[in-house]
T-cell receptor
Framework: DVKVTQSSRYLVKRTGEKVFLECVQD?????MFWYRQDPGLGLRLIYF???????EKGDIPEGYSVSREKKERFSLILESASTNQTSMYLC???????????FGSGTRLTVV | KQEVTQIPAALSVPEGENLVLNCSFT??????LQWFRQDPGKGLTSLLL?????REQTSGRLNASLDKSSGRSTLYIAASQPGDSATYLC????????????FGSGTRLQVQP
């Protein structure tokens, strides 16, 4: 069974900390994505990647960066966590275009 | 920019009813449309993927249709069960050149026993 694994289900971090959210997929998918989900705002795309070492900004990249050194791993980095980054973070992967997405189970991040 | 709208935002039905969830999108030049289910506090589970050349897809009690020309899709759930209670989201590619999805805000379904 195909899987997208997010390293943490729940995280609590302090304001100003550097935070790493990890996502690993075992399906040899080219594409990987990071979304955040907030009540009333739905899912919003932060960053995505078509291939190793490639990245593209989504709708809300400010305050975030990403790293994709290996095909199976896509990391989201909060350079200096702020309270407005408290959210549910969802990672997904896919083959190009014609195939569906597979999502991880999400990381609920609280910044205090 | 592609925009996706889902109606209704919330729906409560008694067990056993058939129901329809609606999704509309602004740009009809889509590769595919996908329906997801999300349980509270969890990630998204893919239910059905309809390619642009298809008009419908079926999986068990679920049937999704796609009308590209009118920018609409419907998800039909037959004989609803309490276990169907969840939020249902539809999503389409952001635009023809990119592979990321844009999502509707979802329909929160409650099936009463």
């Amino acid at each position: 069974d195909v899987k997208v694994t997010q390293s943490s289900r729940y995280l609590v971090k302090r304001t100003g900390e550097k935070v790493f959210l990890e996502c690993v997929q075992d399906m040899d998918h080219e594409n990987m994505f990071w979304y955040r989900q907030d009540p009333g705002l739905g899912l919003r795309l932060i960053y995505f990647s078509y291939d190793v070492k490639m990245k593209e900004k989504g709708d809300i990249p400010e305050g975030y960066s990403v790293s994709r050194e290996k095909k199976e791993r896509f990391s989201l980095i909060l350079e200096s966590a702020s309270t407005n980054q408290t959210s549910m973070y969802l990672c997904a992967s896919s083959f190009p275009d014609l195939y569906g997405y597979t999502f991880g189970s999400g990381t609920r991040l609280t910044v205090v | 920019k592609q925009e996706v709208t889902q109606i209704p935002a919330a729906l409560s039905v008694p067990e056993g009813e058939n129901l329809v969830l609606n999704c509309s999108f602004t740009d009809s030049a889509i590769y595919n449309l996908q329906w997801f289910r999300q349980d509270p506090g969890k990630g998204l589970t893919s239910l059905l993927l309809i390619q642009s050349s298809q008009r419908e897809q079926t999986s068990g009690r679920l049937n999704a249709s796609l009308d590209k020309s009118s920018g609409r899709s419907t998800l039909y759930i037959a004989a609803s069960q309490p276990g169907d209670s969840a939020t249902y989201l539809c999503a389409v590619p952001i635009d023809t050149g990119r592979r990321a999805l844009t999502f509707g805000s979802g329909t929160r379904l409650q099936v009463q026993p």
